[in-house]
């Protein structure tokens, strides 16, 4: 069965880093994306940035130049490297694979729609 699993959240100091991992399996694409997305309770479904199966990289303004998206693909996991974190950050960070993943806002993260699939959600939380 497909399956998507993150790791890696927790807390930090404004200004810090934490990386979050995101692990696939089961599942036959041959072409796709890992995306992250994050949200806040009672906000919605923010797009964080995205990987395809190429390699090619996207994020949104907000994180641009300061997180970085990668693969390792002989383990089918994506990491997000997030650097100089701000207490606006702290939300709920997700992923998910799809054969195309939007790169705009949600109306809420997690699973439940006619395509893809989503993990549980990995807490992160920045300090100020």
């Known amino acids: 069965a497909m399956r998507v699993v993150e790791s890696g959240g927790g807390s930090a100091q404004a200004g810090g880093s934490l990386r979050l991992s995101c692990t696939a399996s089961?599942?036959?694409?041959?072409?796709?994306?890992i995306g992250w997305y994050r949200q806040v309770p009672g906000n919605e479904c923010e797009w964080v940035s995205s990987?395809?199966?190429?390699?090619?990289?996207y994020y949104s303004d907000s994180v641009k130049g300061r997180f970085t998206v990668s693969q390792d693909g002989g383990k089918n996991t994506v990491y997000l490297q997030m650097n100089s974190l701000n207490s606006e950050e702290t939300a709920v960070y997700y992923c998910?694979?799809?054969?195309?993943?939007?790169?705009?806002?949600?109306?809420?993260?997690?699973?439940?729609?006619?395509?893809?699939?989503w993990g549980q959600g990995t807490q992160v939380t920045v300090s100020s």
């Open positions: 998910a694979i799809d054969y195309s993943l939007p790169r705009s806002p949600l109306r809420y993260c997690g699973g439940g729609r006619k395509s893809g699939y």
């Open positions: 089961g599942f036959t694409y041959d072409s796709f994306d």
């Open positions: 990987i395809s199966s190429g390699g090619d990289t």
